[in-house]
């Protein structure tokens, strides 16, 4: 099978389980991310271990990773529960995690236990972290003072980054002649960018009564991927110059890793959430 049909047909199945998980109900959404969360901090971890003096601990950091996704879903999904799990309780387990990850370094007698505290905070903060408050966007909608889960949010995210990242390889293959970031990423272009963006925003004005948005909202949003998801790929492409990987993992043939399909989503979403609770403001 050659590399185009290879990545087709992975790149396929991808949309179909991602849409299809996020549309059906919020059990299925959170299924799908809690797992999504898991392998991407085992593959940053994983990375991260080939550097000498790094012993970053994957089990209970992509453990770790997935509670903390989870403890986020309960607590928005249940927030109007009298429970433990609607509760900041819940987050307890996830701190004990960062507890043991902080305590092990004084019995493991590493030569630069600095590095692997340093690369174990990160794989939470830079991926499980932005994983996890994707439910603040999934719960973002309040019906008669009831939170419900709304799939809309979510879902034109990753759809924004879709268009971004297809209208910026059409028209930077086709115009593009100034270089974005030459540094980290020698093949993105202005024009690309701008392509990307004009075709994100077409595609948000286009959807916004679908996923209950207004048009001035939604083109907003749709700004606020393309900027932001734009940075999120070139941030984990420095990543990977420093680390000398072309994909940071294998898991989706033709694709590479999950930080590879995820990479625009991770700073995207945290800039969606400020997006939205600064709007809240006006």
């Known amino acids: 099978m050659n590399n185009f049909i290879k990545r087709t047909l992975t790149g396929a199945i991808f949309v179909c389980v991602l849409v299809g998980c996020i549309v059906y109900s919020e059990y299925t959404f959170a299924g799908l991310f809690t797992v999504i969360t898991a392998l991407g901090v085992w593959e940053f971890c994983g990375l991260v271990n080939e550097k000498e003096g790094v012993d970053v601990n994957k089990p209970i950091c992509a453990l770790g990773g997935a509670y903390l996704f989870l403890a986020f879903f309960t607590h928005t999904a249940f927030a109007e529960l009298n429970t433990a799990f609607g509760s900041g309780a819940v987050f307890i387990p996830y701190l004990v995690v960062l507890l043991y990850l902080l305590i092990r370094e004084l019995y493991m007698k590493h030569e630069d236990p600095i590095h692997t505290w340093a690369y174990s905070m990160l794989s939470q903060i830079y991926v499980a972290l932005p994983f996890s408050l994707l439910n603040l966007l999934a719960f973002f909608n309040v019906e008669n003072l009831h939170v419900v889960y709304s799939w809309g949010v979510p879902l034109a995210l990753f759809v924004f980054i879709w268009c971004n990242d297809t209208g910026a390889y059409l028209s930077g293959m086709t115009f593009g002649k100034h270089k974005l970031f030459p540094r980290i990423s020698p093949k993105k272009t202005w024009e690309g960018s701008i ?6 925003l077409i595609v948000a004005y286009l959807i916004a009564p679908w996923i209950g948005l207004q048009e001035f909202a939604c083109m907003g949003l749709g700004a606020v991927v393309v900027i932001f998801g734009t940075w999120g790929d070139l941030v ?13 993992g294998n898991i989706l043939p033709g694709h590479g890793g999950i930080l590879d399909r995820f990479d625009s989503a991770l700073m995207a979403i945290m800039a969606a959430i400020v997006y939205f609770y600064t709007l809240m403001l006006f």
């Open 195 to 200: 392509g990307g963006c004009i075709l994100t």
């Open 236 to 248: 984990e492409s420095l990543f990977k110059r420093k680390l000398g990987i072309k994909d940071s």
